[in-house]
């Protein structure tokens, strides 16, 4: 059974920087893309980052040159470094192995505007 379990959200000010963490289980890690998704209030479930088994990413027009997408293979975790953080960036984070069902629990992100 596929695990996959977020840490490191937070409440940051306007500017600041988090990195989150997602760590998994019950699954090939090396093998399989990994992403990031968000859902802000009353709003849908968004891509914000995705890795390759590579290591090649991709982001949403929204996040390029603040967020970096990366993974420890050794530790079958993928990271999330956030940095110049928006309030529009306040959204419950989503860990996915990518293009399936396989999703984390969430870990909140709030920047007050």
């Known amino acids: 059974q596929v695990q996959l379990v977020e840490s490191g959200g937070g409440l940051v000010q306007a500017g600041g920087s988090l990195r989150l963490s997602c760590t998994s289980s019950?699954?090939?890690?090396?093998?399989?893309?990994m992403a990031w998704y968000r859902q802000a209030p009353e709003k849908q479930r968004e891509l914000v980052a995705m890795?390759?088994?590579?290591?090649?990413?991709n982001y949403a027009d929204s996040v390029k040159g603040r967020f970096t997408i990366s993974r420890d293979n050794a530790k079958s975790t993928v990271y999330l470094q956030m940095n110049s953080l928006k309030p529009e960036d306040t959204a419950v984070y989503y860990c996915?192995?990518?293009?399936?069902?396989?999703w984390g629990q969430g870990t909140q992100v709030t920047v007050p505007s």
């Open positions: 890795i390759t088994s590579g290591g090649a990413t």
């Open positions: 996915n192995r990518y293009r399936t069902n396989d």
């Open positions: 019950g699954m090939v890690f090396t093998i399989y893309e």
